[in-house]
């Protein structure tokens, strides 16, 4: 296979981490843009960059991009796109996508009539004129972004969040790539001391671990691309054999998790050994309120809840003076904690030496950081 132009959405945010991340892989090409950024590489590429990125929501083959304001336009666009590169003619492609800002704005029809133009040019290509859609399955994505088309084929299948080992979570999990992003700007270390006093499902916790130890996210999972014709299985046997020697469980690094409930904590332990990292984490329960970082250097990274009626909100400010109380200015700790509250700060009772903008999902959030 030729190089290919490859996209990785990702969270509104983690946009420059995620280059970061992919220039530290060797991938080349790499521009961030809002909401995903864009590379190039090959067959290796495509396994390497779905086994290890910790921040990327999918890795896509970008097939084509172009303007269309009409449905004609669409239709001729997606015809002249050369679809045959990877996909064969007993093959499947479902298309599913979004339009935003745009003048084509009805989702079904965009599907029907992107769907059309693929099957007139592989009929034109193949000599054929029917597909039964009974071989390796190729997921046809499309965004429309203020009238520009982007055309890609999937190749991880379930979004890359899902590492494989949070079968149960809580209420209100984080996501695993917005939970990276922000251990990444807290800078995880082999040695780092972790706290999190509202660990939830120890996502946070977990996927520090795994950066320690230097555990590739997707190694415990399946990916879309693995069936498709035009890869050779040894590339994904490769990615694999070469993220596994990276890992190194011979460090320092321990994460303390607490939680109010119970439930939590087990979720947490149970979390934590499905990953792979149940002898760096333990957890307890435990209430804010009696929450201690020990003196000299240590990190507390969390994701105090948040409720969306009035009550809990109210609720929720009378636990941030808390943890203004209990997360001590002091030499060596230093404290990451997320939060859509705009007043966060006032009701913490200190100003942020650092404020960063992430969004878990659509929730607009601010990472409010302090370690002056």
Known sequence: MDSLNLVAP?????????????????????????????????????????????????????????????????????????WERFIGREDAFPVNGWSLNSTL????????????????????????????????????????????????????????????????SNDAPLKETLAAAMCDLARIYPDTQLFDPFCGSGTLLIEAAMMAAKIAPGLNRYFAAERFDFIDGKVWQAARSEAMDKIDRNIEFRAQGFDIDPHAVELTLANAAKAGVKSLISASVADIKDFKVPDGRSLTITNPPYGERLLDIKGAEALYKTMGEVFINQKGSKYFIISPHDEFEAHFGRDADKRRKLYNGMIKCQLFMYFK
């Open 10 to 82: 990702c969270l509104f945010g983690v946009e420059g981490i995620l280059a970061d991340e992919l220039k530290r892989m060797g991938v080349e090409g790499v521009n961030a843009e809002n909401g995903r950024v864009l590379f190039r590489g090959d067959a290796s590429t495509v396994a390497k960059t779905n086994i290890n990125s910790r921040f990327a929501e999918r890795i896509m083959i970008n097939v084509g991009e172009f303007y269309a304001e009409t449905f004609t336009e669409l239709f001729e666009g997606v015809k002249a796109l050369e």
């Open 105 to 168: 704005f009805s989702i079904p029809d965009c599907q029907s009539i992107i769907k059309k133009a693929i099957v007139e040019r592989l009929k034109s290509k193949y000599n054929i004129s029917w597909f039964n859609e009974t071989g390796s399955e190729y997921r046809v994505r499309f965004s429309i972004m203020k009238n520009k088309v982007t055309m890609m084929i999937d190749t991880s299948g379930e979004g890359l969040h899902k590492r494989g080992y949070r079968r149960n």
